[in-house]
């Protein structure tokens, strides 16, 4: 079947199951699309029990690509299902009034998107230009073992809120800088953890522990969170760049490798940027989705006037 058939047996199917395993219990389901990062739109599948004021959504592209791959759509099924009662379980949502700042206030936070890939999709939320960037702003739903949920605050909730930006924007920083606490690790490091969290036989341990040898002198750093969810926030976080470039005693390169993180290069007389903006581009051309695509620019923190700028080659 087609992706259009595989959206229609789903809606068809899964009512059918979740309604003869819970006998008396009438399930609404409906599909919708949702925009994401960059335009990309999703198909967002809403299980919703009887009388119950919100669902989680359930996306179904991933799934289509299973059954493509020769996944069987029962085991499919079985799998949206399963994840559906383990959000239910895990995942208690508060329905709150979020027409009252009040109600909000301590769970708005900050995520930095491509300003001309968002175009429309900023039309209708506030945000704050920042270099070739914006930043949005997000109510957090829920942050638990299942992940991250959270909801773009609206042009329309915003003015309900009768809140400055820049009060908002101060707010959501502090926010995001307490449920999202900053991690920096040298490139060296990331990579060695992740080859040791792999099979063994494809990298032995003496190529690991040449790996480790070269930290000094692979002099590149990895900014996120320590969720390593949408961590190239933390460019904006207090201080974090400035007291980075203070310890090298020189000026930062900034890359943004995509929306979860961004790599740091202190500048020498070796540092060739335009390896580095090269490095980026050909990243987000091969290994980058384009849903987690930030920017094909590369930035240059100045330490004399703690300012980030796009950088530009003389």
Sequence with gaps: MN???????????????LEEGDEGQKYDI??????KNNGIVLDGLVIRKEAEPVSPN???NPYFESYQLGKPIAVIMEEIVLRYQRVCDENEIDVIDITDFNNVKDKIVLRLVNYEKNKEMLKLCPNRRYLDLAITFRYMVSKDSLGIASSLVSKAEFELWRVDLEELYRLALFNTMREFPWKMESLVKVVTESIRGQD???MPEDIIRELEQMENGVNM?????????N???CILYDNVIRNFAKVQDCNIFVLPSSVHEVMLVPENAETEPEFL???VMEANKSAVGLIDLLSDHI?????EYEQMYIYQQN
């Design 277 to 279: 903006e090269e490095l």
């Design 30 to 35: 409906h599909i919708h699309k949702i925009v």
């Design 299 to 303: 930035y240059y923190y100045d330490r």
């Design 200 to 202: 063994m036989g494809v």
């Design 231 to 233: 961590g190239a926030t």
């Design 3 to 17: 992706y259009e058939e595989f959206l229609e047996y789903m809606k068809e199917h899964l009512k059918e199951v």
């Design 58 to 60: 359930i996306y179904l």
């Design 221 to 229: 750093y990895v900014l996120t969170n320590e969720y390593g969810i």
